[in-house]
């Protein structure tokens, strides 16, 4: 999925799918969402999730599963 939103910076793609991550105020969030997405994806379907984003031009997440 992508949208043409502000981006993400390199610095925090490097730690997106750390359990606990997050860039939202405290109590805003548990920074668990996508570190469950990517343990779901790689640890379970044997797949791939990965981001794609360039500041000022948007985010692409993309999920590929085996056959």
Known sequence: MA????????????????????TKPLGKGTGLGL?????????IHAGTITCNSQVGQGTEFVIRLPL
């Open 3 to 22: 949208d043409n939103g502000s981006g993400i910076p390199e610095a925090t793609q490097a730690h997106l799918f750390e359990a606990f991550f997050t």
């Open 35 to 43: 570190s469950i997405s990517h343990q779901v994806v790689t640890e």
